[in-house]
């Protein structure tokens, strides 16, 4: 009698059962997009150091975020490159530049990366054929991801950037931020033609076989002096988020809206099942009357508190998948569903229903079944 007892009242009264399920899903989306929203803003931020095809990253000491644009001095990546264990490092030099749409013919800034052509140091397409491409004198490529603010660019192409005309050589994948709508790559001789005394943002360091990455970093930073920073990709990852989360108060608004949906579950489950109790008092108590205990009409009310739980969070998934897809593709921004938020927010979902009801059963557990006749 047990099983299905709570599924069967709570199907009675299908009107009530879809506004409690509803309300459930309702809440499961809001938490999702909160969520999504605050990855995708972190995610986006820390871009670059997701790209880092390599095991260590050395920038200047005084770069505390990939947004602030400190240059290190070519010559400790040369002294990084002489030392035991490392292979290669490679440059990347950033800016930005003016690029004139095509179509309206406004110019607006995009960011510039620059590189070797021979060795790839962020992964944003096929290697080989990035860098046959980039081989080509005076030929950039287009980071497809950008928004459209730019206009449409054609391969084959002629594009203007900082009054200097390019040929444009093919597509790569990247992505925008908070702060940038696009980028555009370029070859290292291309920008240091443009800008002979430019300085890389920062180094991508390469290890030999079988070399230690801890011992390969403490060898680097014992042989320079202070002025620069070497940690891996995942360090570098880290820190970009931490600072984010420390220096914009994103983390504390994505968590009220997290909260409102919670409060938002809550009180439209409590509601539901505490009329739901309320209708069935006197059924409910003719059960206590018979013999049956209070922790059996606990069980049923978090039945059907749980089954709430799981319909509202199937269809709030759904809605939450759909509004991901729709805020990536007007953002840009990677908005995508984790294993790890789904099962925060299923957590979430379950406690903040098996809490309503358990509140809502409080009103049977004190009837007194003699009272209610």
């Not at 992964?123 to 990035?130: F, L, Q, R, S």
């Not at 390969?216 to 990709?233: C, H």
Request: aromatic share 6%.
């Amino acid at each position: 009698m047990r099983v299905g007892l709570g599924l069967r009242l709570l199907a009675h009264n299908r009107g009530r059962l879809l506004a409690a399920v509803g309300g459930v899903a309702m809440a499961v989306a809001v938490m999702f997009v909160e969520l999504g929203l605050l990855f995708g803003v972190l995610d986006s931020q820390a871009l670059v150091a997701t790209l880092v095809r390599g095991d260590l990253v050395v920038m200047h000491q005084a770069r505390s975020h990939l947004h602030k644009w400190n240059e290190v001095d070519e010559i400790r990546l040369g002294q990084i490159a002489g030392l035991n264990g490392v292979q290669r490092v490679i440059p990347v030099y950033q800016g930005t530049m003016g690029l004139r749409s095509p179509q309206d013919q406004q110019i607006r800034r995009i960011v510039v990366f620059a590189f070797p052509p021979d060795e790839l140091p962020l992964a944003i397409g096929d290697p080989a054929e990035v860098g046959r491409l980039l081989r080509v004198p005076g030929t950039v490529l287009y980071d497809r991801r950008s928004r459209p603010i730019f206009g449409r660019l054609t391969v084959g192409e002629d594009v203007e950037l900082d009054g200097s005309r390019y040929r444009l050589g093919g597509y790569v994948e990247i992505g925008p931020d908070i702060v940038n709508d696009g980028a555009v790559v370029m070859s290292a001789g291309a920008w240091r033609a443009k800008d002979p005394g430019a300085q890389p943002l920062m180094g991508v360091i390469r290890l030999a076989s079988g070399a230690d990455v801890g011992a390969v970093r403490r060898q680097i930073l014992d042989a320079l002096p202070d002025d620069v920073s070497v940690m891996t990709p995942q360090e570098v990852h880290a820190r970009e988020i931490a600072f984010t989360l420390h220096s914009a108060p994103i983390g504390v608004l994505f968590g009220v809206g997290m909260l409102a949906g919670l409060a938002i579950g809550a009180i439209t489950c409590y509601q539901v099942l505490f009329n739901e109790v309320t209708d069935r008092l006197r059924q409910y108590a003719t059960l206590k009357a018979m013999g049956f205990s209070d922790l059996f009409l606990r069980r049923t009310i978090i039945e059907q508190a749980i089954l709430l739980s799981c319909v509202g969070f199937a269809l709030g998934l759904a809605a939450a998948l759909a509004a991901y897809r729709y805020v990536a593709e007007q953002s840009s921004l990677t908005v995508q569903m984790s294993t790890a938020a789904a099962g925060l927010v299923f957590a979430l979902t379950v406690a903040m229903c098996v809490l309503a009801g358990l509140l809502a059963v409080h009103r049977v557990a004190v009837a007194d079944p003699a009272a209610l006749y």
